[in-house]
């Protein structure tokens, strides 16, 4: 797959001795790249598990939810893994916070791991079953919530490359965890049950695809890190892994073998595209550039519409002392009051 | 609520000492952060960060000399950084946990006892002020010397400023201040001299600490247009409910044709 780089003229900014304007996500890896895709796996497989259910497919049904609770629980003890105070873990869960994308992230995973294991609970030991069911249920929404709340909780940083990806991220993501939870229930499945899953498997590929590649052409200079570096030789493995996956996974159903390889490179695909994520929120940080230009752009686009601003950056410079007004006008303030 | 309290730090007058980086440390009782040669100027903390709360930064700019080929150094502008304290704090938002707090001053703390490390506040923070401190878990950045504030004493920093660089008061005479300040300076041919984060119309509705700068803020290594992340934060949940809508909707259509569940095998 061949990839110029963009076409951006090469960007001229003044800085402090090159050094990042921002800090970059302390989040580690392999914990929170791996979280990324298990509460995606999780999420998506509760869908799965819940069609299942209602269109009476069984063997899919009981593979979806195992792989659900599984997803969630182990997704969550990494998430504990990776805070600076593990034991501090249930401070998660004694606010809700609705401006916190991480703290509505921590009550739908809560919710996503309690009402996943309920269902997983009620479907292998055969107690309760309505109430597993119930539960089963009620993951059809706490699933797809689960699948997607993790593209907010990225964007909504001050990373650009992350911030500014804020309308594709969410399908991105989407895309990636039906990927990776069509390729789980693929291969946890008996081939002749497994059809839904293959269909959800390669829209969830094509998903990803599209919605990566929209991402890329819309942020132009900010979306570099997504095409270099090491996050640019992970998402293109990704992408080679969604889109051979994601064909293989139209025929996978003749045999055992396509089936396994399909699997296989879904899986290995949404694990590349969250590394990806991560590492090119990173590299977005930590060079002011990706900070820096976008901001001044926006500071002289805002300046240039006044008729004879200070050549000063305008906008910028001052404002009215006591005014309420801090529109581009109330440069010329400074100018009278020292002439 | 008393009255919003903040820092006005006039880089003008700034001589480069680090008493305020010192008083910082000795007062908040920060761990060391490592002993480190930038080799760039008179800087050796860097930047802010966990354990440094106050940071002096030195730029040497050097511009060729009309009389001859040597380039000298022109001019050095030392400023001393510290957390903004915003009225839009995106730290404060995106805290989990309620650690992160707005005091009666109208500053941003993070309580020690409640912080759990899940760093969310470090990339969230468009200043690149707070950060998670390695070994310890947590995070950390500039109280305003919450506790010296309590007892009616000025914050560390401001009380160890040998050139009143650093003022602490009442924001509002603060901003009044540096109005009258700026205004000075732009008079005596000081055409730079600029006000940065004074006004509540910028991206964080304004900082609580402010700065008057003699260049571009990207030269000190402030980001020239910051916002708050969660001025965005509707439509990134509307888009994201999108997706969530279109990825049970996909899952869906999936299962849509003949049900194999009680046929083959």
Known sequence: MTRERA???????????GRPVLKPPVWHEPHMPTYLYLGGMSGASSAIAVMARLTGRPRLDRTARVA????????????????GRPERFLNMLRIFKPTSPMSVGSWILAAQSGLSAAAMTGDLTGVLPAAGDAALLATGVTGPLTATYTAVLVADTAVPAWHEAYRELPFLFAGSAMAAA????????????????????????????????????????????YRTGR??????AARALTVGGGLLAVVAGRSRALTALAGVALTAGSLCTRF???????????????????????????????????????????HDAGSDSDGPHAAHLTRDAGS | MAERMGFFTDTSVCIGCKACEVACKEWNQIPDDGFVFEATSYDNTGMLGASTWRHVAFIEQSRPVLAGDDEGVDRWLMSSDVCKHCTHAACLDVCPTGALFRTEFDTVVVQADICNGCGYCVPACPYGVIDRREGDGRAWKCTMCYDRQ????????????????????PLDELRERAEERVTRLRADGNEEARLYGESPGDGVGGAGAFFLLLDEPEVYGLPPDPVVTTRDLPAMWRWAGAAALSAAGAVALAFLGPSRGGGRR
Do not use: N, W
């Open chain 1, 68 to 83: 659900a609770a599984a997803g969630a629980s182990l997704g969550a003890a990494l998430l504990a893994a990776e805070l």
């Open chain 1, 231 to 236: 996050a640019g030789r992970l998402l293109r």
């Open chain 1, 276 to 318: 990806g994520i991560l590492e090119a929120g990173r590299a977005s940080a930590a060079d002011p550039k990706y900070t820096v230009v976008p901001q001044r752009r926006r500071l002289d686009a805002a300046s240039t519409p006044a008729p004879d601003g200070d050549d000063l950056h305008a906008g910028r410079l001052t």
């Open chain 2, 150 to 169: 309590l007892g009616g004493l000025e914050p560390a920093c401001a009380k160890a400023c040998p050139t009143d660089s650093i003022q602490f008061g």
């Open chain 1, 182 to 225: 069509g390729a789980i229930a693929m291969l946890g499945t008996p081939r002749a049950h497994a059809g839904p899953a293959r269909a959800v498997a390669a829209l969830g590929a094509a998903t990803e695809t599209v919605a990566g590649e929209v991402m890329e052409r819309r942020l132009g200079f900010v979306g570099e890190p």
């Open chain 1, 7 to 17: 076409v951006v003229p090469e960007a001229e900014f003044r800085s402090y001795y």
